[in-house]
């Protein structure tokens, strides 16, 4: 069974930073690329950032270009997101996924996203 499960989520006040973290199981971690995703009060998901399945070739939103950095262990079976200079605008719930077909910055992409980890950045 494929799981993904993300962690490391909390709230920061803005400027702060967080590390998220997903791990993965049931499956062969190191074959796939994976996203970052997060979804905002009242508003659709967001793709945030992605990362081939080597880690060798990372994107990201431009609102989150240069802030953020998507990393991963294939030995660990896990995934990162590194956050600084954090702006109350990236309050969301963030989801890691599973890039299952095509080029992985569409939501139709994934064919498996964790449960999520809430970030809140507020003073």
């Known amino acids: 069974e494929v799981q993904l499960v993300e962690s490391g989520g909390g709230m920061v006040q803005p400027g702060g930073s967080l590390r998220l973290s997903c791990s993965a199981s049931?499956?062969?971690?190191?074959?796939?690329?994976m996203s970052w995703v997060r979804q905002a009060p009242g508003k659709g998901p967001e793709w945030v950032s992605i990362?081939?399945?080597?880690?060798?070739?990372?994107d990201y939103a431009d609102s989150v270009k240069g802030r953020f950095t998507i990393s991963r262990d294939n030995a660990k079976n896990t995934l990162y997101l590194q956050m600084n200079s954090l702006k109350p605008e990236d309050t969301a719930l963030y989801y890691c996924a599973r890039v299952g077909h095509g080029l992985g910055y569409r939501i139709n992409d994934y064919d498996y996203w964790g449960q999520g980890t809430q970030v809140t950045v507020s003073s």
């Open positions: 990362i081939n399945y080597r880690g060798g070739i990372t």
């Open positions: 049931g499956f062969t971690f190191s074959s796939y690329d």
